[in-house]
């Protein structure tokens, strides 16, 4: 047979012209924020995801923490470490490839660590790193979060984060429409374990919800996405981006007791 009359793989073709679409999306959302003025607050071009969820702590502390910075803590290193040990896991490949991959229909889903998202919601360009997205023919069937934290609760802010990794990547063109998300939290202790860095942790396992070993210990809990409630609380963060408001202090003075900027925050309830 001529090359030229082969016969076309339609599945293939859509995957090749939704892969398009979706790294035009992405890139027009980059290219959107590098090339205008800035109009955010602290002249950013862009805002991340993990600072929205900041927000959801304390907006005071998230400022303070931007105009006054201070070195992280051996607890934020070793929870940085724990992040990376995960993404050691990840295949090297390009972000068109994994993209490409995202895409390919199968039987289980593909689990990407470290997924690059970007769009644009109301003006601004929003950023961030999906810890671990399971695609499965385009459709995102579970976006994963993983924290190290000295207490075993699924807090606000977690939630807020993983819900806007879903709306990132639905918004780049992938279909979330039943997307849950799993919020995994280990203990500290966790975070340079070989056995999760390898993936054999039981607590990776879909049915296993809590889990204990001699190193430490872990719950995992998964989550519908709800579309609507995640843009609402991303309308209300962008109002302090966008200098509609001010920064607004938690309410919560257990929060203001374990903050670093206790001593200098004149809302502190400490
Ligand atoms: S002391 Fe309380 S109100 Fe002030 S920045 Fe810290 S957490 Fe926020």
């Known amino acids: 047979m001529d090359a030229t009359h082969l016969p076309i793989d339609a599945e293939e073709l859509r995957g090749s012209a939704l ?5 035009a999306r992405y890139r027009s959302a ?29 907006e005071k502390a998230l400022q303070y923490s931007i105009e006054k910075p201070l070195a992280p803590t051996l607890q934020m290193r070793n929870g940085t470490a724990g992040h990376e040990m995960a993404a050691a896991l990840a ?5 068109e490839e994994a993209i490409a991959e995202a ?21 601004v360009t929003l950023t961030g790193f999906v810890d671990e997205a399971w ?18 609760n699924i807090y606000s802010t977690y939630h807020i984060q993983a819900g806007l990794y879903c709306l990132g990547l639905g918004e780049m063109g992938f ?46 809990q998964s989550f519908p996405f709800h579309r609507e409630s ?3 609380d991303l309308d209300w963060a962008l109002q302090f981006w966008t200098g509609e408001r001010d920064a607004e202090p938690t309410t919560s003075a257990t929060r203001c007791r374990s903050c670093r900027y206790r001593r200098i925050c004149d809302s502190s309830l400490a």
């Not at 660590?113 to 644009?120: D, V």
């Not at 695609?135 to 075993?152: H, L």
């Not at 500290?188 to 999760?196: A, P, T, V």
């Open 19 to 23: 892969s398009k679409d979706i790294l």
């Open 30 to 58: 980059v290219r959107a924020a590098r090339d205008r003025e800035s109009t955010l607050r602290f002249g950013r071009h862009t805002v991340a995801v993990s600072s929205i969820a900041q927000q959801f702590y304390c």
């Open 91 to 95: 295949a090297p490949m390009t972000h």
């Open 103 to 123: 895409l390919v229909s199968r039987e289980k889903p593909v689990c990407i660590y470290e997924f690059r998202i970007a769009w644009e919601h109301n003006g």
């Open 135 to 152: 695609f499965r023919g385009g459709n995102v069937d579970i976006v994963a979060e993983r924290k190290f934290s000295g207490s075993p």
């Open 175 to 220: 279909d979330t429409n039943r997307t849950i998300y799993r919020i995994d939290v280990f203990s500290r202790k966790c975070s340079n374990c070989e056995r999760l860095a390898s993936g054999e942790c039981s607590i990776l396992r879909e049915d296993c919800h809590s889990y204990a070993c001699d190193t430490g210990s872990s719950i995992s």
């Open 230 to 232: 995640v843009t609402e």
